[in-house]
């Protein structure tokens, strides 16, 4: 299994380990995501119908209303958000909904991530010393994340 490790910026400290779902583009929280469940709704996602709770979400930012941050605090509260953030347009937005969720983020990475992590691989985030790990997956073993 081929492991890259990758530095970046803290957003919000902490540390997780998981597995990643990827989405090429922004995110919308109000009207994109269910927090009652996690799931993409927004019917433009490259994500669509996927979930992102307690997987590590990994994005080019967040588009919307400040709404974005509510919505992912309703997510954490009902046990539906994400365990961590990697995400390349930092925002008020994300980073709000990063402080409220109280998860690790990270941005600003060496490294494009949206062109080094797929969806299936396990990313490890180490956000206060301010990197994070890939491990590959194996291309047999993938199964569409829901």
């Known amino acids: 299994m081929k492991t890259i490790m990758i530095r970046g910026r803290k957003v919000v400290g902490g540390h997780a380990k998981g597995t990643a ?3 090429q583009r922004t995110i919308s929280g109000w009207g994109g995501t269910d927090p009652y469940t ?10 669509h119908g996927e979930n992102f709770a307690s997987k590590i979400l990994v994005f080019q930012g967040a588009k919307g209303s400040s709404g974005w941050s509510c919505i992912f605090h309703l997510a954490k509260l009902n046990g539906k958000a ?17 402080v409220v969720m109280d998860i690790p ?9 949206l062109d080094v992590i797929d969806s299936g691989d396990i990313v490890e985030i180490f956000a ?8 590959k997956r194996e291309e047999n073993n993938y199964e569409k994340l829901t």
């Open 21 to 23: 779902i990827v989405s």
């Open 38 to 47: 996690g799931e993409i709704i927004d019917g433009l996602s490259d994500i």
């Open 82 to 98: 994400p365990m961590a953030l990697i995400f390349n347009e930092v925002s008020t937005k994300v980073i709000l909904g990063a």
């Open 105 to 113: 983020a990270i941005t600003d990475l060496e490294q494009d991530p």
């Open 128 to 135: 206060d010393e301010g990197y994070i790990v890939v491990q």
